[in-house]
């Protein structure tokens, strides 16, 4: 869809591949439901919400913004992801992180497979049993930075009890550690999802207060 | 002289006539009669502008060029308002990445060229620069190798977002990079989605595809690509005969970054005069374009773009080989399990 505008998208239900791609500054929450593959691809600014799973290569290409996965993410999350910020609450398929160059990802269920894949910039938080490939990255434990880092990622999903020991970040080899965490932002093709501009004109603080209102109303209902 | 400093100085290749023994390819005319209808007069006549991907839309082209300037890291600020007037003077496109095009949108306006706006995994396009965009080239991978998605199957969903970026306004064409294999089904599934073209890229170095391997893929385009229109690349800037080639093999367009490098190289000598060097550039272009009509005529046609596969002969057995064009002495096409 590529919204410029500072406008919030709430999509109901399932939605297509390619859900916010080239956002450029939305902020699009994805309600009870599942997001496609390639989740905010190319997304350039904005905020990406997905209260559900999303698919395949959740993140790929994007150079802005923060995507937010409150459920599974499929396969190559963060597949190339080039400065953006990804978080994954729940479990990651195969293959997370691969050929990444910036950004940072934080991986707070299991991961399967290898993580960061042929990586060459950004920093992985992973658990501990993750498997790195260790031809291009190497995991590091956590010094009170990276920590820090790991919480805010965590508290954007709401998670508020992190074990800093219980992770390990994933940088590539020969670089140090960047500074994690760019601003965020999120808009894309949405399947069949019933989509609703719900927030128009909205501010950083007011679009990340829409995005907490929506999830907090959502897990009103699941309760 | 190297086909750089050839061009620049805008001299016919034809009227040299020492690049015809080199060739793999000629243009001939498609039947004893072709021509009836033109003649002198129709030379004096410049064609009308046509639609960049031909019966599937796009920006309007006099001259069916399209300026590639989107691989260009740096250039001198003078260098985009002569690349915009020279473009505007002879009707060509450019094709610029969405940085490009958003720093200069109301220049190019305002000298009202067309656009292409190059999209792909090193380019990440913007809505602003999608909806100030004449057509979309959407580049399967990027120069260093790597791909924009992960499987062809993803391809329509591609073209339906990058689409939806432009409002729905651009037509889109894929760009396939040397030694990648199109992929066919999803083109054909993405064209509901709005694809209107598939086009062929040059490529450098070991990667190169030569000219008849390009008129072969221009040809699978019509076979197993159902008929999608087809974008042919080529990086040196072509001269008369190579566009009247390209053209006969079914490109709708020819997306070239070699007149953009050419005045980048020869643009120091004009000391910062803009309009000279954009006149310049301008003049090398419509002598490649009148040289290609010269060809284009001598096969019965008034327009390069009415030339055809059947105009098209392959004067050695390699170029029949990778092209499928007929083999010239023998007119016909070599059996199939020698392509």
Not at chain 1, 9 to 17: H, I, M, P
Not at chain 1, 125 to 151: E, G
Not at chain 2, 34 to 43: E, I, L, N
Request: include cysteine; aromatic fraction near 4%.
């Amino acid at each position: 869809m590529g919204l410029d505008l500072r406008v919030g998208v709430l999509v109901e239900g399932d939605a297509g591949d390619f859900l916010a791609a080239y956002n450029a500054g939305a902020i699009v929450v994805l309600k009870r439901g599942k997001a496609g593959a390639y989740l905010a691809y190319g997304m350039t600014a904005g905020e990406v919400g997905v209260v559900g799973s999303a698919g395949d290569a959740a993140g790929a290409y994007a150079s802005g913004g923060r995507v937010l996965v409150y459920g599974d993410a499929g396969a190559r999350a963060g597949w190339r992801l080039a400065g953006a910020t990804l978080v994954v609450k729940g479990d990651a398929g195969e293959g997370a992180g691969a050929g990444m160059t910036g950004g940072a990802m934080a991986l707070l269920g299991a991961a399967r497979g290898t993580v960061g894949e042929g990586m060459a910039g950004g920093v992985i938080y992973a658990r501990r049993d993750a498997r790195v490939d260790t031809s291009c990255a190497r995991a590091r434990d956590l010094d009170a930075a990276a920590a820090a880092a790991l919480k805010e990622l965590a508290a954007a999903v709401k998670v508020t009890a992190v074990d800093p020991k219980a992770f390990v970040q994933v940088v590539p080899v020969g670089r140090a550690a960047p500074a994690p965490g760019q601003a965020a932002e999120g808009g894309g093709p949405a399947g069949g999802a019933r989509v609703r501009v719900v927030r128009p004109s909205a501010s950083p603080d007011e679009a990340k207060a829409f995005v907490d209102s929506v999830v907090a109303r959502v897990a009103e209902e699941e309760d | 002289m190297d086909q750089h400093e050839r061009f620049w100085r805008g001299r016919s290749a034809l009227a040299e006539g020492d690049a015809g023994a080199s060739r793999p390819f000629a243009i001939v005319a498609a039947a004893t009669g072709a021509g009836a209808s033109s003649g002198a007069a129709d030379a004096a006549v410049a064609p009308a502008p046509r639609p960049a991907l031909g019966p599937e839309g796009g920006p309007g082209l006099a001259v069916p060029l399209a300026l590639d300037a989107s691989r260009l890291a740096e250039a001198p600020p003078k260098l985009w308002p002569a690349l915009a007037r020279a473009a505007s003077a002879t009707g060509c496109a450019l094709v610029l990445s969405p940085d490009q095009l958003l720093a200069r949108a109301e220049l190019f306006r305002a000298a009202r060229v067309a656009t292409f706006l190059s999209v792909g995994p090193d380019s990440q396009a913007t809505p602003g620069a999608a909806r100030a965009a004449g057509g979309l080239l959407m580049r399967l991978a990027s120069r260093g190798g790597a791909p924009a998605v992960l499987d062809g199957g993803a391809l329509p969903g591609w073209v339906e977002a990058c689409r939806a970026l432009s409002g729905y306004q651009a037509p889109a064409a894929v760009s396939i990079p040397p030694g990648r294999r199109p992929p066919w089904r999803a083109i054909g599934e993405a064209r509901a989605a709005g694809l209107a073209a598939v086009a062929f890229e040059e490529g450098e170095g070991a990667a190169r595809e030569p000219i008849a391997a390009r008129v072969g893929r221009a040809a699978q385009a019509a076979s197993a690509g159902g008929g999608v229109a087809c974008l042919l690349g080529a990086d040196e800037p072509p001269d008369g005969a190579e566009l009247a080639t390209l053209l006969a093999a079914g490109a709708r367009t020819v997306v070239t970054p070699g007149p953009v490098e050419a005045a980048l190289r020869h643009g120091g000598a004009f000391e910062g005069d803009w309009k000279a060097l954009a006149d310049a550039l301008a003049h090398a272009v419509s002598t490649v374009w009148d040289d290609a009509r010269r060809v284009a005529r001598g096969a019965g046609c008034a327009d390069p773009r009415d030339l055809g596969r059947d105009n098209l002969r392959a004067l050695t057995y390699d170029a029949a080989a990778l092209s499928g064009a007929r083999l010239s002495g023998f007119d016909e096409r070599l059996p199939w399990w020698v392509h």
